[in-house]
């Protein structure tokens, strides 16, 4: 062979040839992409919107040298593909989208890898409108009928559902889906919801009422003459929750007790059937927390009836004097005399107290499921015939109803900051006309959790 005795240098020229070729494309396998969701919701003006991890991988290739972008955008006004931003190096990246409008769009994602290939995945987008305080603002998703919530430290807080039987844990200081979630229908026995309105913890153990009222077609619906308790173990993002017990009968014990006093408050009637809860006269219960330094009566805080039942009355609470014991046991429940506040006309939308016993007041109208009427946040102590003081009116205008109190701060701390979650169920979020609960995707469901600084 002509080459058989070729020089060092010209071998070592070959060699170099060799090692500097282009690698052949079929050495690399088709790229392959996927999102930890599908659907993404974020919020115009939003601040820390949730984002979706997008897991990319190439074979013979490193993650490191696949690069990851938006390509195209079926809506550019509501996020084009400037407005996608992919973050990390590894094989799992982080997907952010800063929304300008309201509506839907959808993106294409490309992963490019080496040989000249690529792949792409439609992430499906969902923006909400602007809203006051944006910095202040956090997104919930996974339900967007937000509806009872306690803290369980750690930053993290277990939210309740009105549309379902599903408490969910949720970081509260960021956007994010539920990071567990628990389902107690059937040890409940029920396969309709409960319609969680009210929660309070005490120790290791968190009640929960339902709203005890008919259904808004003015129907009885068993599941919702429901009170029951879950143990918490754990703390913060490792919280856990396990099934208590449960008592179905505390709207007839209300009724009879009622009924036993001269029909005070009209719960025979707002019970009847054909009855609406959200009247002025009707029976909807939606605050739950004992009273101070008790561990064994508690208050049934009602968004209906007020007494008297007329514009301007006064909102009602109902202490059941052996709530432990109703849970605990079974027992029949037994009350004592009714609590009247006067909240500007207003009723419990929701009520909580710190481990300091003062309590917060979360008042809106008996009526309204969003913010077209007024909230306000009282202060008050526990102590009937005590007046409450109001600390704060609650903006509106914004989607969603305001519905729950996380948790209580020092009321007599300059600045104090209490942090709110929205029942947004009846809210057309995305301007299509669904309200919220009828969202096909749960992705897109979500209630939106604010901060506020008290007067």
Do not use: C
């Not at 494309?25 to 993404?40: C, D, Q, V």
């Not at 890898?113 to 499906?124: C, E, P, R, Y």
């Not at 009273?291 to 109902?318: D, E, H, Q």
């Amino acid at each position: 062979m002509k080459n058989k005795h070729l020089g060092t240098a010209a071998l070592a020229a070959l060699l170099l040839a060799g090692l500097n070729a282009p690698a052949q494309a079929a050495s690399y396998g088709t790229p392959t992409i996927s999102f930890s969701a599908a659907y993404l919701s974020g919020a115009v003006g939003g601040v820390d919107d949730q984002t979706v991890d997008v897991t990319v991988g190439q074979s013979g290739a490193d993650a490191s040298a696949l690069t990851v972008s938006a390509t195209a955008s079926t809506k550019s006004s509501v996020a084009g593909t400037g407005d996608v931003s992919v973050t990390g190096t590894g094989a799992v990246r982080r997907l952010a989208v800063t929304a300008h409008a309201r509506g839907y769009t959808n993106l294409t994602v490309k992963v490019s890898g080496l040989g000249g290939k690529s792949a792409v995945k439609t992430l499906s987008y969902a923006a909400s409108a602007a809203v006051q305080n944006p910095a202040d603002a956090r997104y919930f998703s996974g339900a967007s009928d937000s509806s009872a919530a306690v803290d369980v430290g750690g930053g993290f807080t277990v939210v309740a559902d009105d549309e379902n039987n599903v408490l969910r844990l949720y970081d509260r200081a960021h956007s994010a889906a539920p990071v567990r979630t628990w389902d107690f229908s059937s040890q409940l026995g029920v396969s309709k919801e409960v319609d969680i309105e009210g929660a309070t913890r005490i120790g290791n153990t968190i009640y929960w009422t339902g709203s005890l009222g008919n259904n808004k077609s003015g129907e009885y619906k068993a599941p919702r003459n429901t009170v029951f308790t879950t143990t918490v173990s754990g703390a913060g993002s490792a919280t856990q929750l396990a099934y208590g017990r449960s008592y179905k009968s505390l709207r007839d014990d209300l009724v009879a007790w009622d009924t036993a006093n001269g029909n005070r408050y009209g719960f025979a009637a707002g019970t009847a059937a054909g009855q609406v809860p959200k009247q002025i006269d009707g029976f909807n219960v939606e605050g739950l927390e004992f009273a101070p330094g008790s561990t064994t009566t508690a208050y049934l805080g009602f968004r209906a009836p007020l007494a008297p039942a007329v514009p301007g009355g006064k909102a009602l609470l109902v202490p059941v004097t052996n709530f432990d014991k109703v849970l605990s046991s079974g027992s029949k429940a037994v009350f004592g005399a009714g609590v009247e506040l006067d909240l500007g006309g207003l009723a419990v939308r929701d009520l909580r107290k710190n481990d300091a016993g003062q309590y917060l007041i979360l008042a809106g109208s008996w009526a309204a499921d969003d913010n077209s009427d007024p909230y306000a946040l009282y202060q008050w102590d526990g102590v009937p015939g005590h007046a409450p003081v109001k600390r704060a009116d609650l903006p509106t205008g914004d989607p969603g109803g305001w519905e729950a109190i996380v948790a209580v701060p020092d009321l007599n701390a300059p600045g104090a900051r209490v942090q709110l979650v929205t029942d947004s169920g009846s809210a057309d979020l995305y301007g299509d006309g669904t309200e919220a609960k009828d969202l096909t995707h749960p992705e897109w469901k979500k209630a939106r959790a604010a901060w506020f600084t008290l007067g």
